[in-house]
């Protein structure tokens, strides 16, 4: 494709898609007992235990050479320009990276900092990379990618904010901090940070919160629709077949496993429900 659209791990992709629609995803880093990688090459289930025992995790954003390999890899495959959208630079200096890389390429590179991350990113991708494989030119492919990050909605169910706190990614969602335990907090990312929604008494009523504000979000709008955790259970599911009967618009619902990124910076008990109109 003339255009190339590049974006990294924390936008949750499914490896299929990503592949069907020639999507680089470039690996933020985790760094855990001194060893640094990318994250696709840990065990997502050791680093959940890993998580929950109290070990220290944590996050780098990608060194600028992975960007720029996997925009020579872009070049070299036919692109004369590559669309590269990314985590909010809020919560990452992943566009940071990306932008010192960029200036290293022969062909036009736009690095988009998308103010948002999860699906809500990923969405705004593969909406970028269906336009280029229609034929759109770049102004096309960023105007298309623009309105569906701009129309998503990130909703998060967390156990607990001590991750966030650890992390420091917690932004105005700190007014929340201190509340008693059997209180849990719900999230979204608003501005480029982790905002506030509400606080709920329970884990089951925040879940239904989550659900009914998916719902409202959706409206009757035709909308993509996604599910993200760490480790799917019979919780994300009962979610997936819950709101896939009470959205009437859904274009499609995926369930996917959270970028371990994330995980590490929300916990491993979270759970993430995006919501994308289509443009």
């Not at 890993?50 to 954003?61: D, E, F, N, Q, Y």
């Not at 008494?201 to 629709?225: F, N, T």
Request: aromatic share 4%.
């Amino acid at each position: 494709m003339p255009v190339a659209v590049i974006t990294d791990s924390t936008a949750c992709i499914p490896d299929q898609l990503a592949a069907q629609w020639g999507i680089a995803l470039v690996q933020v880093q985790i760094e855990v007992d001194g060893r640094l990688d990318d994250e696709s090459r840990f065990d997502r289930t050791e680093l959940i235990e890993l998580l929950r025992a109290g070990r220290p995790v944590s996050t780098r954003p990608p060194d600028p050479g992975a960007f720029f390999w996997a925009y020579q890899d872009a070049v070299s495959a036919g692109a004369d320009a590559i669309v590269s959208l990314h985590i909010s630079g809020k919560l990452s200096a992943t566009v940071d990276a990306a932008r010192e890389a960029a200036q290293q390429v022969r062909v036009p590179v736009y690095v988009i900092d998308t103010g948002t991350t999860s699906m809500s990113l990923g969405f705004t991708a593969l909406t970028a990379a269906r336009t280029a494989a229609a034929g759109g030119q770049v102004q096309r492919v960023l105007d298309a990618a623009q309105r569906r990050c701009q129309a998503s909605s990130e909703l998060i169910y967390v156990d607990t904010l001590e991750y966030l706190r650890r992390g420091g990614r917690i932004g105005a969602a700190s007014a929340l901090l201190g509340t008693a335990l059997s209180i849990k907090p719900l999230l979204t990312v608003s501005g480029g940070q982790v905002a506030p929604l509400a606080r709920v008494p329970g884990s089951r009523r925040a879940l239904a919160r989550i659900a009914d504000l998916a719902v409202q979000r959706a409206g009757e709008a035709k909308v993509d629709v996604a599910v993200a955790c760490a480790t799917p259970s019979d919780r994300e599911m009962s979610m997936v077949q819950q709101l896939r009967s009470r959205i009437p618009g859904i274009n499609d619902i995926l369930l996917v496993p959270a970028s371990t990124v994330i995980a590490a910076h929300v916990g491993p008990g979270a759970l993430g429900v995006t919501v994308a109109p289509l443009a």
